[in-house]
């Protein structure tokens, strides 16, 4: 990964208190994955930002890298990488991820 890369993946990240790295958009998600990612946020009434990395190559394999985590979706919550659909699913049912993006403690 590039240091430009890095570096616009950073600001991204930094810049939204919840951000979903994803194939598509939340209006249109482009894999099953990222649609229950988005319907998981969705749900939980979280406003989020979201990223389409098919939009960008560099991107979506520098996500990867920047993570070190192999797959798309990807969650951030105030900086802090979250994980992908599978934990976002545990997470929420568990009633951690409401509590983690209403910023309360457990």
Known sequence: MTDDTRQR??????????????????LFPQCG??????????HLGAPFETIDVLQDPELRA????YSDWPTVPQLYVR??????S??????????ELKQLVAGTDA
Not at 62 to 65: L, P, Q, T
Not at 86 to 95: A, L, P, Q, V, W
């Open 33 to 42: 994955f990222s649609s229950r990612a988005v319907a998981i946020l969705d």
């Open 9 to 26: 993946i950073d600001a991204l990240v930094k810049a939204n208190d919840i951000v979903l790295f994803m194939k598509g958009t939340a």
């Open 62 to 65: 520098g996500i990867k890298d």
């Open 79 to 84: 900086g802090e990488f979250v994980g992908g």
């Open 86 to 95: 599978d934990i976002m699913m545990e997470m929420f049912e568990s009633g």
